[in-house]
Protein backbone atom coordinates (compact mmCIF):
# COMPACT_ATOMS: atom_id res chain seq x y z
CA UNK A 1 0.00 0.00 0.00
CA UNK A 2 1.20 3.30 -1.02
CA UNK A 3 1.93 5.69 1.46
CA UNK A 4 2.54 9.62 1.08
CA UNK A 5 4.54 11.12 3.44
CA UNK A 6 4.19 14.73 4.67
CA UNK A 7 6.27 17.44 5.75
CA UNK A 8 5.79 20.93 6.77
CA UNK A 9 2.86 22.90 8.89
CA UNK A 10 3.31 24.98 12.39
CA UNK A 11 1.89 27.55 14.33
CA UNK A 12 2.01 30.79 12.50
CA UNK A 13 0.35 34.66 12.61
CA UNK A 14 -2.29 36.28 10.57
CA UNK A 15 -0.74 36.75 7.34
CA UNK A 16 2.16 34.47 7.32
CA UNK A 17 3.13 31.93 5.32
CA UNK A 18 3.67 27.91 5.03
CA UNK A 19 4.59 25.66 3.11
CA UNK A 20 3.65 21.78 2.88
CA UNK A 21 4.92 19.02 0.81
CA UNK A 22 3.61 15.44 0.04
CA UNK A 23 6.03 12.99 -0.97
CA UNK A 24 5.14 9.39 -2.83
CA UNK A 25 7.42 6.69 -2.15
CA UNK A 26 9.20 7.34 -5.79
CA UNK A 27 8.83 9.33 -8.90
CA UNK A 28 7.97 6.30 -10.97
CA UNK A 29 5.05 5.89 -8.14
CA UNK A 30 4.08 9.52 -8.33
CA UNK A 31 3.46 9.97 -12.43
CA UNK A 32 1.05 7.00 -12.44
CA UNK A 33 -1.20 9.17 -9.88
CA UNK A 34 -3.99 10.96 -11.84
CA UNK A 35 -4.94 13.46 -8.82
CA UNK A 36 -2.96 14.72 -6.41
CA UNK A 37 -4.55 16.88 -3.82
CA UNK A 38 -4.56 19.07 -0.88
CA UNK A 39 -7.02 18.65 1.95
CA UNK A 40 -8.01 20.16 5.18
CA UNK A 41 -9.95 19.46 8.10
CA UNK A 42 -11.09 21.14 11.47
CA UNK A 43 -12.71 18.76 14.53
CA UNK A 44 -16.27 18.28 13.68
CA UNK A 45 -16.25 18.91 10.00
CA UNK A 46 -15.70 17.37 6.65
CA UNK A 47 -12.48 17.00 5.30
CA UNK A 48 -12.40 19.85 2.23
CA UNK A 49 -10.62 19.77 -0.69
CA UNK A 50 -9.08 23.00 -1.05
CA UNK A 51 -6.48 22.35 -4.42
CA UNK A 52 -5.84 19.49 -7.01
CA UNK A 53 -3.38 19.10 -9.74
CA UNK A 54 -5.67 16.98 -11.87
CA UNK A 55 -5.13 14.92 -14.77
CA UNK A 56 -2.10 14.07 -17.36
CA UNK A 57 -2.00 17.69 -18.47
CA UNK A 58 -1.16 18.61 -14.56
CA UNK A 59 -4.38 21.27 -14.96
CA UNK A 60 -4.52 22.93 -10.86
CA UNK A 61 -7.83 23.89 -9.86
CA UNK A 62 -8.43 25.95 -6.36
CA UNK A 63 -11.30 26.05 -3.93
CA UNK A 64 -12.92 30.13 -3.94
CA UNK A 65 -11.71 30.15 -0.48
CA UNK A 66 -8.05 30.23 -0.90
CA UNK A 67 -7.47 31.40 -4.22
CA UNK A 68 -4.98 34.01 -4.79
CA UNK A 69 -3.19 32.80 -1.53
CA UNK A 70 -2.19 29.49 -1.86
CA UNK A 71 -0.32 27.45 -4.87
CA UNK A 72 -0.03 23.86 -5.88
CA UNK A 73 2.96 22.67 -7.31
CA UNK A 74 4.74 19.96 -8.04
CA UNK A 75 8.49 18.52 -8.58
CA UNK A 76 7.81 15.30 -10.60
CA UNK A 77 11.49 14.63 -10.55
CA UNK A 78 10.96 14.26 -6.82
CA UNK A 79 7.99 12.29 -6.50
CA UNK A 80 6.32 15.57 -4.88
CA UNK A 81 3.65 17.91 -4.47
CA UNK A 82 3.30 21.27 -2.81
CA UNK A 83 1.44 23.90 -1.10
CA UNK A 84 1.99 26.81 -0.63
CA UNK A 85 -0.17 28.84 1.81
CA UNK A 86 0.41 32.83 1.57
CA UNK A 87 -1.36 35.63 3.31
CA UNK A 88 -2.86 33.07 5.89
CA UNK A 89 -6.08 33.74 8.08
CA UNK A 90 -7.54 31.97 11.02
CA UNK A 91 -9.88 30.14 9.05
CA UNK A 92 -7.30 28.23 7.24
CA UNK A 93 -6.58 26.68 10.82
CA UNK A 94 -6.99 22.53 10.57
CA UNK A 95 -5.38 19.47 10.03
CA UNK A 96 -3.90 19.63 6.47
CA UNK A 97 -3.77 16.12 4.19
CA UNK A 98 -2.37 15.53 0.81
CA UNK A 99 -4.27 12.67 -0.44
CA UNK A 100 -3.88 11.17 -3.91
CA UNK A 101 -5.46 8.43 -6.55
CA UNK A 102 -4.57 6.69 -9.75
CA UNK A 103 -7.82 6.87 -11.66
CA UNK A 104 -9.90 10.19 -12.71
CA UNK A 105 -12.70 10.96 -9.82
CA UNK A 106 -16.35 9.78 -10.82
CA UNK A 107 -17.87 12.94 -12.78
CA UNK A 108 -14.79 14.75 -12.18
CA UNK A 109 -15.14 15.61 -8.66
CA UNK A 110 -12.03 15.70 -7.63
CA UNK A 111 -13.23 17.51 -4.32
CA UNK A 112 -14.70 14.45 -2.75
CA UNK A 113 -12.48 12.56 -0.12
CA UNK A 114 -14.11 9.37 -1.40
CA UNK A 115 -12.38 9.11 -4.62
CA UNK A 116 -8.97 8.83 -3.08
CA UNK A 117 -7.26 5.81 -2.36
CA UNK A 118 -3.67 6.80 -0.95
CA UNK A 119 -3.47 9.43 2.13
CA UNK A 120 -0.83 11.19 3.71
CA UNK A 121 -0.23 11.68 7.70
CA UNK A 122 -1.40 14.92 8.09
CA UNK A 123 0.05 18.43 9.17
CA UNK A 124 -1.42 20.62 11.64
CA UNK A 125 -1.56 24.68 10.12
CA UNK A 126 -2.72 26.57 13.27
CA UNK A 127 -3.35 30.62 12.52
CA UNK A 128 -3.60 33.00 15.15
CA UNK A 129 -4.64 36.36 15.20
Known amino acids: QERLVQSGGGSVQIGDSLNLSCAAS??????????KTWFRQVPGKEREAVAT????????YYVDSIKGRFTISQDTAKGTWYLQMNSLEPEDTGMYYCAADLNAPYGGRWTAAVEYNFWGQGAQVTVSS
Open 26 to 35: SADTYGRFYL
Open 53 to 60: IYGRRSDT
